[in-house]
């Protein structure tokens, strides 16, 4: 009996740690008071248009409604819209799916959500995803980008902010399991090879005003629905108040 439960913990212990190496590194906490940071968020629409856009769309984001982050149609047009598109328009992108498909593997997927939907119970927001997600990036030249991700292994996307952070190596450590022989890879930090053009502390700033930017991007709808909702209430406030009075009015004469 003794035995059976040894072994029963054994081959827990060892799935749990299987576990552990395909769920990839944990991750940073997003600096979240940024959020409030017009600033920031203005910075981080920023390269958001600038490094993002060519791949990505956010379909469900107009240019003006960047107008909400303190930017004026002026400064929509002179910095963040480029030639043949109106402030008017959706952020899409002039890439072909297929051929982005082709390209790197993989579709970019929309990123006007993006931010809601990466959320992982125990690891964190879908916020501190991808800040931790764009800090990760290392050289690995099995990949056909050139580029590897340690928290997103084998991702189809390069290094587009790689100018901004510099070029890094990833150190890891290998791990042997005892009885089974398996080999795992931890990572235990990285190495730079080349300097970018901000300091490890600037570009995690950039990064973050980045991810507060996408972290906006998808909550104005929310707040929109919140808005209408309190109108909703209002009406069926009023409604009820002359439904009452006309129900009044008509049982009058009856009694
Ligand atoms: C050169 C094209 C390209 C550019 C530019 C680009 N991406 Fe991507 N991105 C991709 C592709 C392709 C994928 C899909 C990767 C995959 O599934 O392997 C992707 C996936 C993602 C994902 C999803 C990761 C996941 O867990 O599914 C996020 C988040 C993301 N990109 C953010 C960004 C941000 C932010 C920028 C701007 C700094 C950016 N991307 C610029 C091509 C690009």
């Known amino acids: 009996m003794k035995k059976l439960i040894l072994t029963l913990l054994a081959s827990l212990a060892l799935l749990g740690s299987a576990q552990a190496s395909s769920e990839g590194i944990a991750w940073d906490k997003f600096p979240a008071q940024r959020l409030t940071d017009t600033a920031a968020l203005q910075h981080g629409a920023k390269l958001f248009v600038n490094y993002c856009l060519n791949c990505h769309q956010a379909a469900y984001m107009r240019y003006n409604r960047l107008r909400d982050i303190g930017l004026t149609e002026q400064q929509i047009k002179d910095n963040l819209v480029f030639t043949g598109v109106k402030v008017g328009d959706l952020m899409k992108t002039g890439l072909d799916p297929k051929e982005a498909k ?105 990064v973050a005003d980045l991810v507060a930017y996408l972290q906006w991007m998808s909550e104005p709808a929310q707040n929109e629905r919140v808005r209408l909702g309190v109108w909703v209430l209002l009406f069926l406030a009023v409604f009820t108040v002359i439904a009452w009075r006309l129900n009044a009015a008509f049982w009058k004469d009856v009694k």
């Open 102 to 206: 082709e390209w790197f593997g993989a579709v970019p997927p929309d990123l006007s959500v993006i931010a809601r939907s990466r959320s992982e119970e125990g690891k964190g927001s879908g916020a501190d995803y991808i800040y931790t997600y764009l800090r990760s990036y290392y050289r690995d030249d099995s990949r056909p980008t050139g580029w590897n991700n340690a928290a997103f292994p084998n991702v189809g996307m390069p290094h587009v902010l790689w100018e901004l952070q510099g070029q890094q190596r990833a150190v890891f450590e290998e791990h042997k399991e005892e009885h089974g022989g398996e080999v795992t890879h931890m990572l235990k930090g990285y190495e730079p090879i080349t300097p970018g053009k901000l300091s490890t502390a600037e570009y995690n700033d950039a």
